[in-house]
């Protein structure tokens, strides 16, 4: 990382904190991702009561720096968004032309509970474990691409209806993003290079549903067939542990005596290890692979709801 970089990024944190200074509170910081098999910096910018936000990629920013816009320019970008006062900027071309702008959606599965304050923002499914929305990528004024949420508003612009946008994010997303399963312990050693052990204790019956990108995977429950596929490769019926938006994890049911155990170990790592912004649920699920059901397990016995 150069030097250059370092002092723009301190430029950027300390101009946001600024500009967003006397309104609402923000929290401003950045973090790393992984996208495309790379680790990237971002910079996230969050309403201290929200627990979702969008993240800024700072290696475009900076590059955006080296063309010759300013850190003041740029930030004032970020606020217009943030405050919703730029919606024609933003929206831009790939709002109005359809054919453009559903090379570019995603659905996204993000906790319900969460983002109940949030649904009528834009199209939504209610789904057994959570709430599918659907992004999609747009350009500033200063030509950077944000990924931001289908608002009612963009949907009315793409002249389609939520089901052809829904159809349209699906077949895009799975083509993009096909669905990854594999074994926890290996996911582990390819990560760290040496035997596992840690928050998960992961064993030989523990494993990882996600996508190529390890992005937003545990949308891949939603691709029609996927779960019949995994309950095919374990060869019986499964619980499903939403280890956050991210990705699932997969537990034979023959594994565990119940999921009691499992519930508690999910919310244990929730609160201790998990991001609020990327927790998916608090709850255990079962796949009944001959009714091709997600249903939740309750809280009592081998109770179950659809």
Same mark, same amino acid.
């Given at each position: 990382?150069?030097?250059?970089?370092?002092e723009?990024?301190e430029a950027?944190?300390?101009?946001m904190r600024?500009s967003?200074?006397?309104?609402?509170?923000f929290?401003?910081?950045?973090d790393?991702?992984?996208k495309?098999?790379r680790?990237?910096?971002?910079?996230?910018?969050?309403r201290?009561?929200?627990?979702v936000?969008?993240?800024?990629?700072l290696?475009?920013?900076?590059q955006n720096?080296?063309?010759?816009?300013?850190?003041?320019e740029?930030c004032?970008?970020?606020t217009?968004?943030?405050?919703?006062?730029?919606? *024609?900027?933003l929206s831009?071309?790939?709002? =109005?032309?359809? $054919? #453009?702008?559903?090379?570019? +959606?995603?659905?996204?599965?993000?906790?319900r509970?969460?983002?109940?304050?949030?649904?009528?923002q834009g199209?939504?499914?209610t789904?057994?474990?959570?709430?599918?929305?659907?992004?999609?990528?747009?350009?500033?004024?200063?030509g950077?691409?944000?990924?931001t949420?289908?608002t009612?508003?963009?949907?009315?612009?793409?002249?389609v209806t939520?089901?052809?946008?829904?159809e349209d994010?699906?077949?895009?997303?799975?083509?993009?993003?096909p669905?990854?399963?594999?074994s926890?312990d290996?996911?582990?050693?390819?990560?760290?290079?040496?035997?596992?052990?840690?928050?998960?204790?992961?064993g030989?019956e523990i494993?990882?549903?996600?996508?190529?990108?390890?992005?937003?995977g545990?949308?891949?429950?939603?691709? *029609?067939?996927?779960?019949?596929k995994?309950? =095919?490769?374990? $060869? #019986?019926?499964?619980?499903? +542990?939403?280890?956050?938006?991210?990705?699932?994890l997969v537990?034979?049911k023959?594994?565990?005596?119940g999921?009691?155990?499992?519930?508690?170990?999910?919310?244990?790592?929730?609160?201790?290890?998990?991001?609020?912004?990327?927790?998916?649920?608090n709850?255990v699920?079962?796949?009944?692979?001959?009714?091709r059901?997600i249903?939740?397990?309750?809280?009592?016995?081998?109770?179950?709801e659809?």
């Amino acid at each position: 990382m150069d030097r250059g970089y370092r002092e723009f990024r301190e430029a950027m944190l300390q101009q946001m904190r600024t500009s967003l200074q006397g309104g609402e509170p923000f929290e401003v910081r950045t973090d790393k991702v992984e996208k495309c098999s790379r680790t990237m910096e971002v910079l996230i910018v969050r309403r201290r009561k929200e627990p979702v936000s969008p993240v800024f990629y700072l290696e475009q920013l900076y590059q955006n720096y080296l063309n010759g816009r300013t850190v003041p320019e740029i930030c004032e970008d970020i606020t217009s968004f943030l405050l919703g006062h730029q919606a *024609p900027e933003l929206s831009g071309r790939p709002t =109005e032309d359809y $054919g #453009e702008a559903k090379k570019t +959606l995603q659905v996204r599965l993000l906790s319900r509970e969460a983002n109940q304050r949030y649904l009528d923002q834009g199209p939504y499914r209610t789904m057994t474990l959570g709430m599918a929305v659907v992004y999609a990528a747009v350009k500033n004024s200063a030509g950077k691409v944000l990924e931001t949420r289908v608002t009612n508003g963009m949907l009315a612009g793409y002249g389609v209806t939520d089901d052809q946008l829904f159809e349209d994010a699906m077949a895009h997303t799975r083509t993009k993003c096909p669905f990854i399963f594999s074994s926890l312990d290996s996911v582990i050693q390819n990560a760290i290079g040496v035997k596992p052990g840690g928050i998960w204790e992961p064993g030989p019956e523990i494993y990882v549903l996600t996508n190529r990108e390890n992005w937003y995977g545990a949308a891949v429950a939603l691709y *029609p067939g996927t779960l019949q596929k995994v309950r =095919e490769m374990v $060869g #019986e019926d499964f619980y499903i +542990l939403p280890a956050s938006v991210h990705e699932l994890l997969v537990i034979k049911k023959s594994a565990v005596q119940g999921p009691g155990i499992l519930r508690e170990m999910v919310r244990s790592v929730n609160r201790e290890h998990v991001r609020p912004e990327i927790q998916l649920s608090n709850e255990v699920f079962e796949y009944r692979g001959e009714e091709r059901q997600i249903l939740q397990c309750k809280e009592q016995g081998r109770e179950w709801e659809r």
